[in-house]
Nanobody, 116 residues
Framework: QVQLLESGGGLVQPGGSLRLSCAAD????????MGWYRQAPGKQRELVGR???????NYPDSVKGRFTISRDNAKNTLYLQMNSLKPEDTAVYYC??????????WGQGTQVTVSS
């Protein structure tokens, strides 16, 4: 059974930083493509960043230069370092995994609130 457990969300002031973690269990982590998505109230879920098994990353312009994805294959954990946070970054952040055979899984989400 695949499990993705996100942590690290919370309340932060504008300009601050947070690091999200996603611990994966039950999948071939090192061969999977992994990513982070977010969904704000009343909006569609959107990609925040993605990393392939080979380490290639891509980010939308809205977070490029501020957010960084990394992965620790030994710990089966994906990270999202978020710097220079803005109020518009407020959303529920989800970890997503696509296995080598193309099956996708989602975590339960973690709330990030950027507010003074």
């Amino acid at each position: 059974q695949v499990q993705l457990l996100e942590s690290g969300g919370g309340l932060v002031q504008p300009g601050g930083s947070l690091r999200l973690s996603c611990a994966a269990d039950g999948i071939g982590f090192s061969s999977a493509t992994m990513g982070w998505y977010r969904q704000a109230p009343g909006k569609q879920r959107e990609l925040v960043g993605r990393m392939t098994s080979g380490g290639t990353t891509n980010y939308p312009d809205s977070v490029k230069g501020r957010f960084t994805i990394s992965r620790d294959n030994a710990k089966n954990t994906l990270y999202l370092q978020m710097n220079s946070l803005k109020p518009e970054d407020t959303a529920v952040y989800y970890c997503q995994v696509t296995t080598v055979v193309g099956v996708g899984y989602w975590g339960q989400g973690t709330q990030v609130t950027v507010s003074s």
